[in-house]
């Protein structure tokens, strides 16, 4: 019977499990091991000896210190200054304030490597300044939530360490394949915004000066040097990436603790818990979801959907919207990090076969995944601005529309100029 094969059964039981209300790391776990039970071809043992093996990586330790790099770097009120920067270089424009958020986006993801934490840090200084300055609560918390789409593609992001960890590709090419998408990706949104801005007058923050710019430059030069510290460091062999997230660690306790001093004894142990939770549940969900793969790769499941999607059609372009398509709706209803551990020992085989070079494969993975958070019912991101600005979830839908627009025109782009991903490693590594 088809619901007796073991892909089927798999199926059903992660929607079963995620329909209760489990845990992601739960229903990865449960899942996997009660298919290992109910196979006596499979030694129970294994149960215990591949989640500590998945999870016994020296790679992760670099997630762990990036999240210590981006909580502290959030609770040091370094977000102000990477504003003030950001003001005096687009606050003349069009709708200003909308302008400074997405740049300011883009600086603080290459600090933080998590979209939430940017949202968190941007949206609770810039949501309320907007709002003052006029513009809808709906349409400030729009732009800044997918703006923190950035803080997943450019380095270092944490979803694109993960990647590389499962596939098994390099972190340094990863790294240097998402510096130009993170870059379209903020050049349309601020496209995007602008053409609303004149559409509905939004205001201009005054005139563009050069001594403001070097001003405000000043104050953001020291942390702006973190992210120039990691690509150099890693682009250029210096260092690993789980050295440069120690680094990354390092230099932000200095910051905020020593140089500006907004972070006291007391703020900094509580921000290594939070971080250290973190990471656990990261831990966790990394060791249930490699015994779950083992066993999908154990029962060759990923060979056959490969086989069955070329089956449909060898053609090159339809099978990249499938994957496309699949992508953007698995990013809807799972977070970033589990779905990159399910997802890519699933379509890479498939990816492999269809030529596609695994760095630009990570690359439409990830873009795919960060549209696909922008929208409910998973929506994290969506969830943290909607709570900073004060309104529902359903408010802000129609305000996001054009931004999510904008990221899907990205997302094309990078599916048919595999160069855009794929120009800058061969250039640096």
Same mark, same amino acid.
């Given at each position: 019977?088809?619901?007796?094969?073991?892909?089927?059964?798999?199926?059903?039981?992660?929607?079963?499990?995620?329909?209760?209300?489990?845990?992601?790391?739960?229903?990865?776990?449960?899942?996997?091991?009660?298919?290992?039970?109910?196979?006596?071809?499979?030694?129970?043992?294994?149960?215990?000896?591949? =989640?500590?093996?998945?999870?016994?990586?020296?790679?992760?330790?670099?997630?762990?210190?990036?999240?210590?790099?981006?909580?502290?770097?959030?609770?040091?009120?370094?977000?102000?200054?990477?504003?003030?920067?950001?003001?005096?270089?687009?606050?003349?424009?069009?709708?200003?304030?909308?302008?400074?958020?997405?740049?300011?986006?883009?600086?603080?993801?290459?600090?933080?490597?998590?979209?939430?934490?940017?949202?968190?840090?941007?949206?609770?200084?810039?949501?309320?300044?907007?709002?003052?300055?006029?513009? =809808?609560?709906?349409?400030?918390?729009?732009?800044?939530?997918?703006?923190?789409?950035?803080?997943?593609?450019?380095?270092?992001?944490?979803?694109?360490?993960?990647?590389?960890?499962?596939?098994?590709?390099?972190?340094?090419?990863?790294?240097?394949?998402?510096?130009?998408?993170?870059?379209?990706?903020?050049?349309?949104?601020?496209?995007?915004?602008?053409?609303?801005? *004149?559409?509905?007058?939004?205001?201009?923050?005054?005139?563009?000066?050069?001594?403001? *710019?070097?001003?405000?430059?000043?104050?953001?030069?020291?942390?702006?040097?973190?992210?120039?510290?990691?690509?150099?460091?890693?682009?250029?062999?210096? @260092?690993?990436?789980?050295?440069?997230?120690?680094?990354?660690?390092?230099?932000?306790?200095?910051?905020?603790?020593?140089?500006?001093?907004?972070?006291?004894?007391?703020?900094?142990?509580?921000?290594?818990?939070?971080?250290?939770?973190?990471?656990?549940?990261?831990?966790?969900?990394?060791?249930?979801?490699?015994?779950?793969?083992?066993?999908?790769?154990?029962?060759?499941? =990923?060979?056959?959907?490969?086989?069955?999607?070329?089956?449909?059609?060898?053609?090159?372009?339809? *099978?990249?919207?499938?994957?496309?398509?699949?992508?953007?709706?698995?990013?809807?209803?799972?977070?970033?990090?589990?779905?990159?551990?399910?997802?890519?020992?699933? @379509?890479?085989?498939?990816?492999?076969?269809?030529?596609?070079?695994?760095?630009?494969?990570?690359?439409?993975?990830?873009?795919?995944?960060?549209?696909?958070?922008?929208?409910?019912?998973?929506?994290?991101?969506?969830?943290?601005?909607? !709570?900073?600005?004060?309104?529902?979830?359903?408010?802000?839908?129609?305000?996001?529309?054009?931004?999510?627009?904008?990221?899907?025109? !990205?997302?094309?782009?990078?599916?048919?100029?595999?160069?855009?991903?794929?120009?800058?490693?061969?250039?640096?590594?």
């Amino acid at each position: 019977m088809m619901f007796l094969d073991p892909g089927w059964m798999i199926l059903i039981l992660l929607v079963v499990l995620l329909i209760a209300g489990l845990p992601i790391a739960f229903v990865l776990g449960v899942t996997a091991a009660t298919m290992i039970l109910l196979d006596p071809a499979v030694v129970p043992q294994i149960i215990g000896l591949i =989640p500590f093996g998945g999870a016994n990586n020296y790679l992760l330790v670099a997630a762990l210190l990036f999240m210590i790099a981006g909580e502290i770097m959030n609770q040091g009120k370094i977000a102000e200054k990477l504003i003030a920067f950001a003001s005096s270089l687009v606050g003349h424009i069009r709708g200003g304030l909308a302008h400074v958020n997405i740049l300011t986006s883009l600086f603080f993801s290459e600090i933080s490597g998590t979209a939430t934490s940017d949202a968190a840090a941007i949206g609770s200084v810039m949501i309320p300044q907007m709002r003052k300055r006029g513009y =809808p609560a709906a349409f400030a918390a729009a732009v800044t939530s997918t703006s923190a789409t950035m803080a997943i593609i450019v380095p270092p992001s944490l979803n694109l360490i993960l990647y590389a960890y499962v596939a098994n590709a390099s972190i340094a090419e990863l790294f240097a394949a998402g510096i130009l998408p993170g870059f379209m990706v903020c050049a349309l949104l601020m496209a995007t915004a602008y053409i609303i801005s *004149v559409k509905r007058g939004y205001p201009t923050e005054g005139e563009f000066s050069l001594k403001r *710019v070097a001003e405000t430059g000043k104050d953001a030069a020291i942390p702006l040097t973190l992210p120039i510290l990691i690509l150099v460091g890693i682009l250029g062999g210096i @260092f690993t990436a789980t050295e440069a997230g120690a680094i990354a660690a390092f230099w932000s306790i200095v910051l905020a603790a020593l140089v500006y001093r907004t972070v006291k004894l007391g703020t900094l142990i509580d921000t290594l818990r939070v971080a250290g939770k973190r990471s656990a549940m990261l831990m966790f969900i990394v060791a249930t979801s490699t015994l779950l793969g083992w066993y999908l790769t154990n029962q060759r499941i =990923p060979q056959d959907i490969a086989q069955a999607i070329l089956g449909i059609s060898e053609n090159y372009w339809v *099978v990249l919207l499938a994957i496309n398509v699949f992508f953007l709706l698995a990013g809807t209803i799972i977070h970033g990090t589990p779905a990159i551990l399910m997802l890519v020992p699933i @379509f890479l085989p498939l990816a492999d076969q269809l030529g596609i070079d695994r760095v630009h494969f990570g690359l439409i993975l990830t873009i795919n995944l960060g549209i696909g958070q922008q929208t409910p019912p998973v929506a994290s991101v969506v969830l943290i601005t909607c !709570a900073i600005a004060k309104i529902s979830i359903a408010k802000i839908i129609p305000s996001m529309l054009a931004f999510i627009g904008a990221m899907l025109i !990205a997302l094309i782009l990078v599916n048919l100029f595999p160069a855009i991903s794929l120009w800058l490693p061969s250039v640096l590594i």
